[in-house]
């Protein structure tokens, strides 16, 4: 039993948690997908997985978590944001990236699925929120150098129009499906921010 026990909690058992959940997310869905099927998919008792992830949507933040960090699974922007049209570009280029992603499911199940995140993973969520908020707060600084944006417009409401604006973009995409403009919305967005800071298209 000590044995079982010790091989359930390693992380080449965490590795197959996160295998067999990945796939049944995507084939079913959150809602319809249990730990007690993730368990019988993977071969583990399914009451070890809380104690590898808390609950499932802890789960489905460590599945997500594990897509993003793997090379190359999206365009890097490493250090500060170029100045300008350039840094601009490479923002919504990130963004863009999932548009079509054959993931990108995951990432509206995380959204939705945020209430029910255990405390300590959704403070962690934050903090990575928190710091990508505070970059592009800080591109806007640099590229307006001490230019005023317009009236009533700070560098912290240009960087969260930049960011609710991709997770409502999303969001509308899972509910609306395939309808929805998605590159047209790209582009209404980065000629709207462009505008607002006066840059040169």
């Known amino acids: 039993m000590a044995r079982t026990r010790i091989t359930e909690i390693g992380e080449e058992s965490r590795q197959r948690i996160l295998d067999a959940a990945e796939e049944l997310f995507l084939e079913r869905g959150y809602e319809k997908t249990t730990l007690s099927a993730i368990g019988e998919r993977c071969g583990i008792s399914y009451g070890s997985i809380p104690w ?5 949507a802890g789960l489905l933040y460590a ?33 863009r990236f999932w ?5 990108l499911e995951l990432w509206l199940m995380l959204e939705l699925a945020y209430p029910d995140v255990p405390p300590e993973i959704a403070a962690e969520i934050l903090e990575v929120d928190a710091r990508w908020h505070r970059s592009l707060e800080e591109w806007v600084r640099r590229t307006m150098d001490g230019r005023p944006l317009p009236d009533g417009v700070t560098e912290s409401g240009v960087a ?8 409502g973009l999303g969001i509308s995409r899972h509910f609306g499906g ?24």
């Open 178 to 201: 395939q309808g929805i403009d998605v590159a047209g919305s790209r582009e209404a967005l980065f000629h709207g921010v462009a505008l607002m800071m006066g840059l040169n298209s």
């Open 52 to 56: 590898h992830f808390g609950n499932k």
């Open 160 to 167: 969260r129009m930049i960011t609710s604006f991709n997770r």
């Open 99 to 103: 548009d079509d992603h054959p993931k």
């Open 63 to 95: 599945v997500m978590a594990r897509i993003v960090s793997q090379p190359g699974a999206s365009p890097a922007i490493d250090g500060a944001i170029p100045l300008g049209m350039e840094g601009l570009e490479r923002i919504l280029e990130g963004q």
